[in-house]
């Protein structure tokens, strides 16, 4: 920014009476005036600034002399003289006009401030001031303001000068082109209206829009001055808040030095992002496609800001096509058109600016000056404006030109109001500006079907077309509105789009700029320290999770990721089922056990007369065949889908067929060993334990474990559990104990038993006796003590089918080795040794044991 902002004016003499309101006349503004670019008088005058030239000339100022007058120079925007012309018609029409300010002529002063800041403080002191030696109105403080309020500056950072200066005395100001949303701070800025929106409503479509296409790796290049500043901050701050990460944020300013803008091009030629925001006004990103265009970078997706997505003058830089924005609405300004070319070569001579205007359109010159340097033929008058192609000329494309026009209707709306009355219009009437101030805040009409009024910040409903550039048939680029924004619409319903974007490579297909790919399934998200949250590593999911597109989640309990871990699964669920040969063969092993059991009864009630039998206390012998039977059927019920009764049958129906089995080999043990104490002689034992007292016994032990069993089921039954904390691929559907004491109970009162059974049987094990069984019952019960006390840690360990199937197998084989252990060598002898058989025999053995 240049420093040299020479203060002009020594004294704001219309404005302050105080400081210059006792030597009247004597005070006026110092210094060279800027004579306007364009002007006419009136009975009122409205203002106008534009940013027409480029840029001011610069002196360096040696303080030993007078500095030259300010001086704009450089090439000329057409576009903002267009604006400027904008602003001549809507008075012409007004003045035309029988119901807007009938009977009044409105003047205006229009002034190039070509965007630089000295020059544009000037240009704000004489409009408010006026031009004393112009007009030889000495007669200062008497008079209000010279304009009643400015249509204009173009730039933010224009306006805000221009704000703080015409603020402070009431002066309004409605720019057309001024969209930093910081002039809605109505303590800064209290006098400033615009026809623009604020920035505020474009960077939240912005990031929006950024975010609905899914980029989330973005570039940014600003213009380093109030309008890129504060919309980039703004943009930013909504760009975080929807997730998008920025790789680089670049200011420039045309006026910076050279490398500064080459470090800015090598930045975005380095760059991996695909889609660059430029929020930048058009002098600004001219410069900057200018500088890219030597060595173009790889083609990006361009996302501009309004000044320069819509400027024809950026269209001829093919870097940019496909570039997106959002753009003032495109509208209709009948009659607008026959005033642009309805300029003569007399007319244009009027004014320094329109000569240099047509003398740039046309490369001629029309004052014949005496020894011109310059190449340039004369102007013969065959010169055409409306052959000429420029931004002039082009009215297809009447955006902001609109908002001039708005703005000038908008004052006159506010003036309408003051001076105007049923009965006519006061021509003489003398108005302050602060006046016109009030009366714009309501001003509220519609022209041309385009409605105005501000808010209470002095902003308009902010409307915007989504703007693409395409080519289209004939090759050359065009804007194509593709959408809408319209920020009074509901939340959520003000993006809409209306045709199909062409991107940057002339595709339909959203072009994809992330900084790492999305996560496959399966995968999810790391940051990579010191990295935006957007570039990530992707790692598998832990065990037991899966990811369909960005986290990781759990399955629920009763569901298993797939192998690709992108859904969950059912887990199979596990129990020892019919169908399964585990389960074919356990349930073969128990109906075979069962008919074992039955064959040998039969073979012993076919034998029931004989000795062997008799001898063996038959009743016990069945009664031990018949609960062994049923010990291998028990078995069965340990096999298919555990159901509330199978569960509840299970163990107890295990618990008292072994109860009862064992207190039969017990009645068996106890009947051994009195019938050996019988034999003694002096003693009746036998008396006190005969088949009453065996049947007895046998019954009440048994008891015994039925009234466990029913305390067990009455007070917390076994039920059907689905296990699912064991594996974590599985279920198992097992029987949940219900309480572990009952069936510790049920084990523990079958292992006292046969614990009890086999002290017993080993005592009488070697008492001499007719046939001695109790040897037998010692060995089957060490075999049934071993079978379970292997049982219990296979059973403890993990739970499973497999511990079914070794539940099953501890039932069957202690079953197996009492059946063979106590009835083999009995049907063996009766089956296959008759001769043995006999009560001689049997005596005999007896009677050679004792001898
Ligand atoms: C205003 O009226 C004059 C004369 O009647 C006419 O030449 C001019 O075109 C009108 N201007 C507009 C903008 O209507
Ligand atoms: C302005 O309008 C008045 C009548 O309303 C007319 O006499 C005058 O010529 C017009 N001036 C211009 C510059 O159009
Ligand atoms: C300004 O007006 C005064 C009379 O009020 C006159 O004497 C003087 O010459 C005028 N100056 C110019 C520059 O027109
Ligand atoms: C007028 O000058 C233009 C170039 O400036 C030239 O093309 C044209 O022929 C000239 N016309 C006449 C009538 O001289
Ligand atoms: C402007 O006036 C129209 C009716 O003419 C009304 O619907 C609208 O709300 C008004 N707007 C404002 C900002 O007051
Ligand atoms: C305004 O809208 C109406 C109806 O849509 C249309 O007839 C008229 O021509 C429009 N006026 C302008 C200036 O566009
Ligand atoms: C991802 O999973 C969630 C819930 O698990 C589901 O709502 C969503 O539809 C899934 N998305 C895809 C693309 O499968």
């Given at each position: 920014m240049h420093v040299n902002l020479v203060l002009t004016v020594v004294c704001i003499t219309r404005l302050c009476p105080a400081v210059c309101g006792v030597n009247l006349g004597t005070c006026i503004l110092q210094g060279d005036p800027q004579p306007p670019a364009l002007f006419k008088d009136g009975d009122f005058i409205i203002g106008g600034a534009f940013t027409i030239h480029d840029h001011m000339r610069t002196e360096k100022h040696t303080y030993t002399r007078r500095p030259q007058p300010l001086e704009c120079i450089g090439s000329m925007d057409f576009r903002e003289l267009r604006f400027a012309r904008v602003l001549q018609f809507a008075i012409q029409e007004i003045n035309n006009?029988?119901?807007?300010?009938?009977g009044i002529t409105l003047g205006y002063h229009i002034y190039d401030s070509c965007a630089s800041v000295p020059m544009v403080m000037k240009v704000a002191f004489q409009l408010a001031n006026g031009l004393g030696l112009v007009f030889?109105?000495?007669?200062?403080?008497?008079?209000?303001?010279?304009?009643?309020a400015l249509v204009g500056e173009s730039g933010s950072t224009a306006a805000i000068s221009t704000s703080r200066l015409f603020g402070s005395f009431g002066i309004p100001q409605v720019s057309h082109?001024?969209?930093?949303?910081?002039?809605?701070?109505k303590r800064q800025h209290p006098t400033f209206f615009r026809t623009i929106p604020s920035d505020h409503h474009q960077v939240a479509a912005l990031a929006r829009m950024v975010k609905h296409f899914g980029w989330t790796w973005i570039g940014t290049v600003r213009s380093d001055s109030d309008y890129g500043n504060n919309g980039m901050a703004s943009f930013l701050k909504a760009a975080e808040e929807e997730g998008i990460c920025v790789e680089y944020s670049e200011a420039y300013y045309r006026t910076q030095p050279r490398s500064k803008l080459k470090r800015v091009a090598d930045v975005i030629r380095r760059s991996t992002a695909r889609v660059i925001v430029a929020f930048m006004s058009v002098g600004d990103v001219r410069v900057l496609l200018e500088e890219l265009s030597q060595?173009?970078?790889?083609p990006m997706q361009w996302i501009g800001s309004e000044t320069w997505i819509t400027d024809p003058q950026i269209l001829r830089f093919n870097l940019c096509i496909g570039a997106v924005g959002f753009a003032i609405p495109r509208s209709v300004i009948p009659g607008f058109r026959n005033f642009l070319f309805d300029l003569s070569p007399e007319q244009v001579l009027k004014f320094p600016l329109l000569t240099e205007f047509w003398e740039r359109s046309f490369s001629c010159s029309l004052k014949q000056q005496t020894?011109?340097?310059?190449?340039m033929p004369a102007c013969n008058g065959t010169e055409d404006l409306r052959a000429l192609q420029n931004p002039y000329t082009d009215t297809s494309q009447l955006r902001i030109t609109n908002m001039v026009y708005k703005a000038t209707y908008a004052i006159a709306h506010a003036l309408h109001g003051i001076v105007c009355n049923e009965k006519g219009c006061g021509k003489n009437i003398k108005i302050e500006p602060r006046k016109v101030f009030d009366q714009l805040k309501q001003v509220n009409f519609t022209k041309n079907n385009y409605s105005v009024s501000f808010d209470s910040n002095g902003d308009p409903v902010a409307t915007y077309e989504l703007v693409n550039w395409q080519f289209q048939g004939d090759g050359s680029v065009h804007f194509v509105t593709v959408g809408q924004y319209d920020a009074s619409q509901p939340k959520g319903q003000e993006f809409s789009l209306s045709r199909t974007i062409i991107w940057y490579d002339g595709s339909e297909k959203v072009p994809v700029s992330v900084c790492s790919e999305s996560c496959p399934p399966g995968t999810r998200k790391a940051v990579k320290k010191g990295r935006p949250v957007c570039c990530y590593d992707c790692i598998n999911c832990a065990e037991g999770q899966i990811s369909n597109e960005t986290d990781c989640h759990k399955c629920l309990p009763e569901y298993w990721p797939n192998n690709k871990k992108n859904k969950c699964l059912a887990k199979p669920v596990e129990f020892l089922s019919w169908n399964e040969i585990l389960g074919i063969i356990l349930a073969a092993s128990s109906i075979a056990g069962s008919l074992v059991a039955l064959s040998i009864t039969l073979v012993l009630y076919k034998n029931r007369a004989s000795p062997i039998v008799r001898a063996n206390n038959s009743e016990l012998s069945f009664l031990l065949l018949f609960s062994l039977t049923l010990c291998f059927l028990c078995s069965l019920t340990f096999i298919g889908r555990p159901t509330e009764w199978s569960c509840m049958l299970r163990h107890t129906a295990f618990g008292i067929t072994f109860v009862l089995c064992i207190s039969c080999v017990l009645g068996k043990t106890i009947v051994v060993l009195m019938a050996f104490k019988a034999t003694l002689p002096g003693s009746n034992v036998m008396k006190w334990f005969g088949p009453h007292q065996q049947r007895l016994s046998v019954f009440s032990f048994t008891l015994v474990q039925v009234l466990i069993c029913v305390l067990w089921l009455t007070i917390s039954p076994p039920f059907p559990y689905?296990?699912?904390?064991?594996y974590k691929e599985k279920i198992i559907l097992e029987c949940s104990l219900g309480s572990a004491i009952g069936f510790w109970a049920v084990l523990g009162y079958i292992g006292l038993l046969a614990f009890l059974c086999f002290i017993l049987a080993f005592l009488a094990r070697k008492l001499p006796d007719k046939f001695n069984e109790a040897k037998f019952i010692t060995f089957s019960m060490l075999i049934f003590c071993a079978v379970w006390i292997t049982f219990v840690p296979a059973y403890v360990s993990s739970p499973g089918k497999f511990t079914v199937a070794v539940e099953i197998f501890a039932i069957l084989a202690s079953s197996f080795g009492l059946i063979l252990c106590i009835f083999a060598p009995k049907c063996f002898i009766i089956v296959f040794r008759p001769d043995q058989n006999t009560k001689k025999h049997l005596m005999g053995k007896v009677s050679t044991k004792v001898h």
């Open positions: 006009s029988s119901d807007l300010l009938p030889n109105d000495t007669d200062s403080c008497a008079k209000s303001a010279a304009v009643l082109y001024a969209t930093c949303a910081c002039l809605s701070d060595q173009p970078p790889p020894g011109s340097s310059t190449a689905n296990n699912m904390q064991h």
